[in-house]
């Protein structure tokens, strides 16, 4: 018994009473005597008794918790939606379960399962980038239990449980194209993830339409597809200065692909943003800690977060709109300028 939690039927046998009278007895019920109360309390101690509190909240047909999936907690994004997740999950009467998939589709999907079993209430869900089989998600959905995606979306993902929260992708991109091009910029590189994941599809939309619409002509020997982080954008803006005619502007889809640029462009000599300006996406902390301090579009983290909640007690608490499903929340993109893109 040393080796394994104990058990209320543990406390039975040991005492030799009924497991209904244990229960009695720990939850104080009148029927039952004080010197039985004493010594079951006691033996409780001596074993580091807990209830399980899973076992009693499907007795009493509700678990009280959300279940969470993103793809890592590294990072500024995600930790800070999970942080509005968590924050109205609590306000709500929420216990929150936080799993993450580490870009992994295997992975999500064993999560997907792990909190099936767990008997969530609902789950919000952020997609990893290799999904592109949404299954897993299917039987969710089968078995109605609520599901809220967030950032990352099975777009045309249909259901009366599911909906989705978003940021306005295509707008925070379109912002910052056009912010370059007021600062005199014609040559912008753009660096971004795979398009089958709607953040991707959504802000290299918003770059070309971008630029056709300022009269500019898309190079795509411009835009690299590929993973995004600090080494990547370094490789990536290494490659583009070996072209003939290089960019005089950079925008990358997320901020630690920007600042990678930016490290190599000051390794090799050049200036920021005079000859060659640089913006991301996201507005990690590290974006106003760098020199210069990097031009970003902030995407609410928080907000998100509560939106999310919000949305997913609304669907259990059988909402009359719920008919509406799949309910679409998109968040406005905020445009942040600063000195890396400021030419003018």
Do not use: W
């Given at each position: 018994m040393a080796n394994r939690r104990a058990s209320i039927t543990d406390l039975a046998k040991a005492l030799n009473l009924s497991t209904s009278t244990i229960s009695r007895a720990l939850a104080d019920h009148n029927d039952v005597s004080e010197a039985t109360k004493k010594r079951v309390r006691a033996?409780?101690?001596?074993?580091?008794?807990?209830?399980?509190?899973?076992?009693?909240?499907?007795?009493?047909?509700?678990?009280?918790?959300?279940?969470?999936?993103?793809?890592?907690?590294?990072?500024?994004?995600?930790?800070?939606?999970?942080?509005?997740?968590?924050t109205e999950a609590a306000r709500l009467g929420f216990n929150?379960?936080?799993?993450?998939?580490?870009?992994?589709?295997?992975?999500e999907r064993k999560n997907i399962d792990l909190l099936?079993?767990?008997?969530?209430?609902?789950?919000?869900?952020?997609?990893?980038?290799?999904?592109?089989?949404?299954?897993?998600?299917?039987a969710v959905r089968s078995q109605n239990v609520p599901l809220v995606f967030f950032d990352r979306v099975v777009e045309g993902f249909r259901g009366d449980n599911v909906s989705a929260v978003m940021l306005d992708d295509y707008q925070g991109a379109y912002q910052v194209v056009a912010h370059l091009i007021e600062q005199g910029c014609t040559r912008i590189a753009h660096?971004?993830?795979?398009?089958?994941?709607?953040?991707?599809?959504?802000?290299?939309?918003?770059y070309l339409d971008a630029m056709k619409d300022k009269g500019l002509q898309p190079d795509p020997r411009l835009t690299v597809f590929g993973e995004l982080n600090q080494k990547t954008g370094a490789a990536y803006m290494r490659k583009l200065l070996k072209?003939?005619?290089?960019?005089?502007?950079?925008?990358?889809?997320?901020?630690?692909?920007?600042?990678?640029?930016l490290q190599e462009l000051k390794a090799q000599g050049l200036r920021v943003p005079e000859d060659i300006a640089v913006a991301g996406f996201s507005n990690e902390p590290f974006t106003t800690l760098v020199e210069p301090q990097l031009t970003t579009v902030d995407q609410g983290c928080d907000t998100?977060?509560?939106?999310?909640v919000r949305l997913l007690q609304k669907m259990?608490?059988?909402?009359?709109?719920?008919?509406?499903?799949?309910?679409?929340?998109?968040?406005?993109?905020?445009?942040?300028?600063r000195e890396s893109t400021m030419k003018k």
């Open positions: 033996l409780a101690e001596e074993l580091s008794y807990q209830p399980n509190q899973l076992a009693a909240a499907l007795r009493r047909g509700r678990t009280n918790t959300l279940g969470v999936l993103v793809p890592h907690i590294t990072g500024h994004f995600f930790p800070q939606v999970v942080n509005g997740i968590a929150v379960m936080i799993c993450q998939s580490n870009e992994d589709v295997k992975q099936m079993n767990s008997q969530v209430e609902g789950i919000l869900v952020s997609l990893a980038n290799t999904t592109k089989d949404f299954s897993h998600f299917e660096f971004t993830g795979p398009l089958h994941i709607n953040i991707h599809k959504g802000r290299h939309q918003g072209q003939p005619e290089r960019p005089d502007a950079v925008f990358a889809s997320n901020d630690l692909a920007a600042v990678g640029a998100m977060g509560i939106s999310a259990l608490a059988g909402n009359p709109d719920r008919l509406m499903q799949p309910r679409n929340v998109v968040l406005k993109p905020k445009l942040l300028v």
